[in-house]
């Protein structure tokens, strides 16, 4: 298995790939409607967000893409905070159960703390995001940029610190996340 950035010389041959991976495991577990809302705002997330705000890992096996994981910007009335969004992650239905979710994971977070990333939030499952360091954290330290359907699964992990440190103000995500369906 390759772990790798998702570059935009790549976009040509694997943005249909990428998109339909996640489609794929997302219809199989949650059902065909999340599957295509998952998938759209896959597509959406590469056609519509620049570059800087956008970083995209993906697993390889025989040049097949297996997993994927996004990583957009999270931004913040503090401005000197830069951080990342983790949302969505995918690893095809075969290869489920062998930690390349977690592995992918990791590999975007050492990436992405390698270009001054100090922190990273998701939304999701603290049983799965605790394997790979994430912790429950509250809207009173640091504010969702929507409304949270389920507060419990708002998590964070600090990349350049022990802790994830209260942020003041609101935080804003990119566009095509920017939507209350999503949280």
Not at 2 to 14: G, H, I, N, T, V
Not at 60 to 65: R, V
Not at 152 to 173: H, N
Request: aromatic content about 10%.
């Amino acid at each position: 298995m390759e772990l790798s950035e998702f570059r935009s010389k790549d976009a040509e041959e694997r943005n249909a790939e990428i998109e339909q991976l996640f489609v794929r495991v997302f219809s199989d577990s949650e059902g065909e409607s999340e599957g295509k809302l998952i998938g759209d705002l896959v597509s959406n997330f590469m056609a519509e967000t620049d570059s800087k705000n956008l970083n995209i890992f993906m697993a390889t096996e025989g040049g097949e893409i297996i997993g994927c994981v996004i990583f957009s910007r999270l931004s913040s009335e503090e401005a000197q905070v830069n951080a990342f969004l983790l949302s969505p992650v995918a690893v095809h239905p075969d290869y489920q159960g062998e930690g390349i979710g977690q592995k992918l994971i990791s590999f975007g977070h050492d990436e992405l703390e390698k270009n001054g990333v100090g922190l990273v939030f998701t939304y999701g499952d603290i049983g799965f995001y605790s394997k790979v360091g994430y912790e429950k954290i509250s809207e009173e330290g640091v504010e969702a940029p929507l409304e949270l359907s389920h507060p419990e699964g708002w998590l964070a992990q600090s990349l350049a610190a022990d802790e994830v440190q209260s942020i003041s103000g609101s935080s804003y995500c990119v566009e095509a996340i920017n939507k209350p369906e999503y949280w």
